[in-house]
């Protein structure tokens, strides 16, 4: 399988989700199975093998994605659950997963309204406690995207930050670019490591 072990189907009580560090959420088509995919080339070596494509993810995959050199663990593992399942998501919240990526298209006004209710809901979850969040904003490559002022007006982002401090953190990133060319690419799986790691120090192995 191209990306990373898709296990398309497989419910949170599957052995195997016991080792899942991050939660994939967001609406159908706002980019998690590609910033999957292109996460696992930040560290990694799979810059020949990354695909523009992406199919829709029915069910649930996983992407083991590389840190880095010096780290105490080899791999984060970050479990999809598709748009399709979105009745189904809250199955992962009481999952052992140290954090929630949400992920939001802003090239697609027509869904930003949803998405924006989805994030609410997601941040008021039980479940998830004080887990941290991140709001990954996507695809803002593309020519017509929704400005930052524009989604704090109509989602109420800033006022979010404030409600949620420490805990919601908000990213803009394209996964069409490079980690080169979009380096919120790595600061966003740096994030992930050090949420797994628990310590912000475990970044400072990659410096020396
Ligand atoms: N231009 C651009 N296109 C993107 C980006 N991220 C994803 N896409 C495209 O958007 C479409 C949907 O992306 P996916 O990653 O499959 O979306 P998903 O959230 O996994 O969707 P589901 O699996 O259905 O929940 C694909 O055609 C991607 O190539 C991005 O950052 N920029
Ligand atoms: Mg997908």
């Known amino acids: 399988m191209s990306n990373g072990g898709l296990c398309c189907g497989s419910g949170p009580d599957s052995p195997a989700d016991d080792t899942d560090d991050i939660l994939f959420i967001g609406l159908q088509g706002s980019g998690k199975t590609l910033l999957g995919q292109r996460l696992r080339t930040v560290y990694g070596k799979a810059h020949a093998a990354f695909r523009l ?3 829709e993810t029915n069910g649930s995959q ?10 105490p663990f080899k791999e984060i593992r ?5 748009g399709s399942m979105q009745p189904l998501w809250r199955n992962w919240y009481s999952r052992p997963i140290k954090a929630v990526v949400f992920t939001l298209d802003v090239s697609d006004p027509a869904t ?3 998405g924006g209710v989805e994030l609410q809901r997601v941040l ?8 941290p969040i991140c709001l990954a904003l996507t695809k803002v490559d593309l020519p017509f995207t929704v400005p930052r002022a ?8 800033s006022d979010l930050e ?6 919601l953190r908000i990213t803009a990133i394209s996964s069409v670019h490079s980690p080169e060319e979009c380096p919120e690419l790595k600061a966003l799986l740096d994030w992930m490591i050090e949420v797994k ?3 912000p120090a475990v970044l400072s192995a990659k410096r020396q």
């Open 124 to 131: 008021q979850q039980p479940e998830l406690g004080s887990k």
């Open 78 to 82: 970050i479990r999809e659950c598709g």
């Open 162 to 167: 404030k409600l949620y401090p420490g805990r």
């Open 197 to 199: 790691a628990g310590d």
């Open 112 to 114: 930003l309204a949803t």
């Open 53 to 55: 494509v992406t199919t």
């Open 62 to 71: 996983d992407f083991r994605v590389p840190t880095f050199k010096g780290c």
């Open 150 to 157: 524009e989604l704090d007006l109509a989602l109420g982002l």
